[in-house]
């Protein structure tokens, strides 16, 4: 939001100038994003008078003028004083007339739409772009010009290009356009966080915070209505919804409706707002002043007001014009049957102050948060009423900005007071809290001295009773984000400067956390399965009982779901095969070969009420080109991950019963259960059935998978570090070729090699196999 320095230093009583002012709010309440100085856009700009009109004797719609700018001996920048010849094409111009002339060498920031509409005051070349305008001394048709009489549009103050801006009579001559207009200023935005949009979305809200820093308090909280205005009751106002705690309604008589006066429409420019009328500004100017949205209605066909819930059909044609179908969930302004306003975000057209209304009535509300943000979002209508609203602002502003409305009303717009109504069924009063002091520094880290903590909270408006240790706190109801001792020590942690809490490193001993030995073997497995150049994946936990008897296990033997999300994921898995093989067909379709492996929980059923959990290290590999040799590749994959995780003396032995060890079907002659040297299992490894590769779809090719317990082969893995010394003697590698039995073991031939070798035989591998084929020659 756009806040006016001057309307600011005003409330707040401030000494500082915008950039101190912007520091100080930066560090403690709300970032200051932009500060702009809005009469340096008038320098070079004066008050002038039109001394004689005459017209251009080359162009049918100039006229040339002879302009007093004041006296040449008046000390100014250079270019300015004496009478100055101006060509000019707006229509309205005159002798007599005082008007703002723009002097050679100004830069002027017009409102955008003039950019690309010059049609009067055309008088310079401008040169720029973009969104400023330089004043040239330049020939017109012929005719010298040495500046230009300005349009509102062309001074950027506002959007009126039917031609010159023409001041009062009593403007003095060569003053400075910007200080007689008021335009001295400095706009400060001001990003209010939606926390404090409730107190602080307006300028008595920020002049607060600004007092507040500088250990004064300002703004006389307590005025009452009652105080300055006889609220008798006269006007019937009928509440039929909680959804509007209170609502304070004044009926108005002898309205004029009039162009504001300049200092209102400056104010409300500060702050991006354009000026309506008299009655209209006013609103505005409160609502911004106060921080409450004020409406005001055309009292002529208004005698009595009620607030309720929309029906749904009803219509209601709002103030841009747009119909609304109103919805059940609206709160509307009625006149006893109609709608006439959508409560908190826009009044109705027809209710609309016109320039003949001569009656109004003014209302300041209070409506419930979350019903004007939904209201706002259905019908895509954005209002400034509606963002105050939607943030919950104070019930109790609304009283406070009746005050100021009603007496600007009767300065401004010579307004009478015929009655005034305030229904306020369920008054909110302050609020205490308890605060200890003692908590204020454990919380910050920072010992703050008593004196100054009370300071602070008194500063902030919060009436302070102490008892001991203990601040009974009583908090203004406009702060409603104060709700217990941490938001106040919060705001005393703002407020005293959190760049003044010193970084300390931490006093106490850091205990390094114990190694979790199961999740380091997890993430080791990952890796060395990886850095073999198979792929990670994940699959569900569930699979259908087809699956399970694809595979070769009891479909009874599992845990089912009672309301499974399909039929394919009826049962909680006990293997993961199941969901490698539906993979790895699926990359089939666009690889050759395919070796992905996954790491996953099953789950074994049991008599208690939770099956069993294992972890369990699974991979799956296929390969197109190598029909045969799938279960060799992965069992010389299995041996490069027992020697890297140091897992020594694994026994591979083809003779076990799948159903001994829980085991999904293998391939009779290639399956092998994998145990260490006392004879545990530790995994098993295999060619899955024809039948199973015929049910998931892979066709003349041969899947080998293994799967193994990781919390088995936790217990396997070597923790000595065993110091092996160098050999004195080179290695010497043996090729030994035998015939043997087509049904003999490979494990069967190592064992006998190793036996025989003794202690100088150091390792057995087996590297390739040869048939014997034998014929018969007749």
């Known amino acids: 939001m756009k806040f006016s320095y001057n309307w600011l230093k005003e409330l707040s009583e401030t000494k500082r100038i915008p950039e101190e002012i912007g520091k100080d709010l930066t560090l403690h309440s709300f970032e200051v994003e ?33 302009v007093n700018v004041g006296p040449s001996s008046q000390p100014s920048p250079k270019g300015r004083g004496g009478i100055l010849q101006i060509v000019c094409g707006a229509p309205n111009l005159k002798e007599g007339q005082k008007v703002p002339v723009a002097l050679v060498g100004a830069v002027l920031r017009p409102t955008p739409p003039s950019l690309n509409a010059r049609s009067l005051s055309s008088s310079t070349l401008r040169e720029g772009g973009g969104q400023t305008l330089k004043i040239k001394k330049a020939a017109i048709r012929g005719i010298e010009s040495n500046g230009m ?32 207009m008021d335009l001295n200023d400095s706009v400060l935005e001001i990003d209010v966080l939606p926390n404090r949009a409730h107190d602080a979305l307006s300028y008595e809200g920020v002049a607060r915070e600004i007092a507040m820093l500088g250990k004064r308090i300002v703004l006389n909280e307590n005025e009452k209505l009652t105080d300055k205005f006889k609220v008798d009751g006269g006007l019937k106002i009928e509440i039929e919804t ?52 004020l409406h005001a209605f055309d009292g002529k066909n208004v005698a009595e007001v009620g607030v309720r819930m929309a029906k749904n059909g009803e219509k209601l044609i709002i103030l841009n014009g747009e119909e609304v179908n109103l919805r059940n969930t609206d709160i509307v302004i009625t006149d006893g049957t109609n709608p006439i306003a959508l409560a908190g975000v826009m009044g109705g057209l027809e209710s609309g102050i016109k320039n003949d209304t001569t009656e109004i009535i003014l209302e300041g509300a209070n409506f419930n948060a979350s019903t004007i943000r939904r209201t ?87 009436k302070i009773n102490q008892k001991g240790n203990i601040l009974n706190c009583e908090i203004p109801t406009r702060r409603i984000d104060l709700k217990n001792q941490e938001d106040l020590i919060e705001e005393i942690g703002r407020v005293f400067g959190y760049y003044k809490i010193v970084t300390e490193p931490l006093k106490e001993k850091l205990q390094v956390p114990a190694k979790n030995e199961e999740r380091e073997l997890e993430w080791n497995l990952r890796d060395i399965m990886v850095s073999q150049g198979f792929d990670e994946i994940r699959c569900y936990s569930f699979y259908s009982r087809e699956d399970a008897r694809a595979l070769g296990l009891n479909d009874e033997n599992h845990t089912a779901l009672l309301n499974p999300m399909s039929v394919d994921q009826e049962l909680i898995r006990r293997t993961l095969a199941s969901g490698l093989l539906n993979a790895g067909k699926k990359s089939l379709s666009y690889y050759d070969s395919v070796a992905i492996f996954d790491m996953g929980k099953v789950y074994a059923p049991q008599n208690k009420s939770l099956p069993k959990e294992d972890l369990l290290l699974s991979a799956l590999v296929i390969d197109k080109g190598n029909k045969g040799e799938q279960f060799f590749i ?48 530790l995994g098993v490894i295999g060619e899955v059935t024809k039948s199973a590769h015929k049910y998931f779809g892979i066709k003349k090719m041969r899947a080998a998978i293994f799967e193994l317990n990781v919390s088995a ?26 015939v043997v039995d087509k049904k003999m073991l490979t494990s069967k031939v190592a064992e006998v090699i190793v036996f025989f070798g003794g202690n100088l035989l150091q390792d057995v591998t087996l590297f390739d196999t040869f048939i014997n084929f034998s014929f018969d020659f007749c």
Not at 40 to 58: I, M, Q, S, T, Y
Request: charged share 30%; proline share 4%; net charge negative.
């Open 376 to 462: 706002k979002s259905a019908h895509s209508i954005q209002s400034d009423a509606a963002y105050r609203y939607e943030r919950d602002i104070d019930v109790n502003f609304t009283q406070r900005a009746m005050v100021r409305a009603l007496t600007l009303i009767i300065e401004i717009a010579s307004g009478k007071i015929e009655s005034i109504t305030d229904n306020y069924p369920k008054e909110i009063k302050n609020w205490k809290i308890e605060l200890e002091l003692e908590r204020v520094g454990r919380l910050l880290g920072v010992e703050i001295d008593e004196k100054e903590i009370i300071e602070i909270l008194e500063n902030l408006g919060i």
């Open 34 to 66: 932009k500060i702009e100085n809005l009469g340096a856009n008038f320098d070079r700009v004066v008050v002038g008078e039109v001394l004689k009109v005459e017209k251009h004797p080359d162009a049918d719609k100039l006229n040339v003028a002879r």
């Open 242 to 293: 909680e959804k509007c705690p209170r609502y304070i309604g004044a009926k108005i008589s002898g309205i004029k409706i009039e162009e504001s006066p300049t200092w209102l429409k400056n104010r409300l420019k500060a702050s991006d707002i354009k000026s309506i009328n008299n009655i209209v500004d006013i609103t505005n100017y409160v609502m911004l002043e106060t921080g409450q949205p």
């Open 634 to 681: 992965l069992k010389g994959a299995l041996e490069n991950l027992f020697s890297k995780i140091k897992i020594m003396d694994i026994v591979f032995s083809p003779d076990f019963d799948e159903n001994d060890v829980d085991a999904v079907s293998f391939h009779p002659g290639r399956k092998a259960l994998i145990k260490n040297s006392k004879g545990d299992a």
């Open 713 to 738: 082969l936790l217990n396997e893995i070597s923790r000595e570090k065993i110091y092996i010394p160098l050999a004195k003697f080179p290695a010497v590698n043996r090729d030994i070729s035998m």
């Open 149 to 180: 009489i300005c349009a509102e549009d062309e001074l950027g103050i506002g959007d009126d290009h039917e031609g010159i801006m023409v001041l009062s009579a009593d403007a003095p001559i060569g003053k400075s356009f910007s200080e007689f």
